[in-house]
């Protein structure tokens, strides 16, 4: 492969097999913006939530009606999209754009947003809508028209910031005793090297890494030098959320793995994360990268170049976790993904059927055509706060 091939991704880094077949019509996209009431507030380095603001697409292709949800949060904390933001941009400029369009790819449908910059978040909930459409066009679950290689995946357990440390060490208990096998802690100033200890002192040979979610920078050297002494599997997100160089230089000082989460937006972010060995891991979010077309690509181009992946969430509805579920399956998925049951933050899931364990560390993809999940309209319309339809 020459260099020119390398920057550009390949041709195997950016094809996706699984994917062609006739083309269909885009006729009509609804979208929703709903607000979930966590059961607890979720804590991490960029703040606290209390709700989760998340934006749901129906879009129909030739009479074949496929779902997406993105959820980019109320608030640009974890990225600069917010879900007001996200709502307006795909009702003013990505739905009008696809009206009436005869899509026959995930790649096709990409193309037609390019002239749109960034929006990574927007342009996740089409983009996952149309793969369950056209997954259903097909009658195939949707994770073996990506290639995935098994319906079942590996999942852990995450814990954000507690009131205090007995508390977070009764939860891990519960946890492992369920049979939980790894477990992610978040991770920010004031929750930060003591408290990991005492749960590693707890807990010596339980596989756990933190998530600083950008909260620290290299000034903060000598703390990361200290947790090379704690085994993590991982450190996720160290640093700034749109940088790649600064972990590149202190992941040459350090000895435990990084983990490029917000920084990876893109497959030309992860092919230069690769390039500058700013990470030994990548967590690819479906709706952070803009969607499964642009996530299969990542995952290839990782795969080829023996860079591991997972899964990562943003507190979706059973919806967006069964997307991820499908994406989980792919053979370079190689540590157990963040793939929470919804039962976890919401008493009421948005979706149905809901996502649950199938074992003490492990969840089965649907066998159903598509996704294998939808919105429940009852919860649909009780949460909703804002609602368009955009057609011919």
Excluded at 87 to 116: K, M, N, T, W
Excluded at 131 to 149: E, T
Excluded at 259 to 279: G, M, V
Aim: one cysteine or more; proline letters at 6%; hydrophobic letters at 40%.
């Amino acid at each position: 492969m020459s260099a020119n091939d390398d920057a550009l991704g390949g041709s195997n880094g950016a094809s996706i097999s699984s994917e062609g077949g006739a083309a269909g019509t885009i006729e009509k996209i609804d979208i929703h913006r709903v607000r979930m009431p966590l059961d607890e507030p979720w804590t991490t380095a960029y703040g606290s939530d209390d709700a989760v603001e998340s934006v749901l697409v129906s879009m129909t292709v030739d009479g074949v009606t496929g779902w997406g949800e993105s959820t980019p949060l109320c608030a640009p904390t974890y990225s600069p999209e917010y879900a007001k933001g996200v709502f307006s941009v795909i009702r003013d400029f990505l739905a009008p754009r696809l009206i009436g369009r005869h899509i026959e790819s995930g790649v096709a449908l990409q193309d037609s947003l390019s002239c749109f910059k960034g929006n990574q978040f927007a342009k996740a909930a089409l983009d996952l809508a149309w793969w369950d459409a056209h997954a259903k066009r097909l009658a195939q679950p949707l994770w073996r028209v990506l290639g995935g290689k098994t319906s079942t995946v590996q999942v852990g357990e995450d814990f954000g910031v507690q009131a205090n440390i007995d508390q977070l060490l009764a939860e891990i208990r519960l946890a492992t005793g369920r049979g939980i096998t790894r477990i992610k802690l978040k991770y920010r100033p004031g929750w930060d090297f003591p408290i990991v200890a005492a749960v590693r002192q707890q807990f010596p040979d339980l596989v756990m890494h933190i998530d600083c979610n950008s909260g620290y920078t290299l000034d903060d050297l000598e703390m990361f030098r200290q947790l090379d002494e704690l085994n993590l599997a991982m450190i996720e997100q160290p640093l700034a959320h749109d940088d790649l160089v600064d972990h590149a230089r202190l992941q040459e000082l350090i000895a435990t793995p990084i983990c490029l989460d917000e920084s990876i937006t893109s497959f030309d972010k992860a092919r230069k994360a690769i390039q500058l060995n700013a990470c030994r891991w990548i967590n690819i979010k479906p709706g952070r990268v803009g969607g499964l077309t642009e996530a299969k690509r990542i995952h290839d181009y990782c795969e080829q170049r023996d860079m591991p992946c997972w899964v990562g969430g943003m507190l979706e509805s059973s919806l967006g976790l069964s997307f991820m579920v499908a994406l989980a399956t792919l053979p370079n998925m190689k540590y157990p993904n963040d793939i929470l049951p919804s039962s976890k933050f919401y008493k009421h899931d948005l979706s149905t059927p809901a996502v649950e364990r199938s074992g003490p560390s492990c969840i089965t993809a649907s066998t159903q055509p598509g996704v294998g999940c939808r919105p429940d309209p009852a919860q649909l319309q009780r949460l909703g706060l804002e609602h368009v339809e955009v057609s011919d």
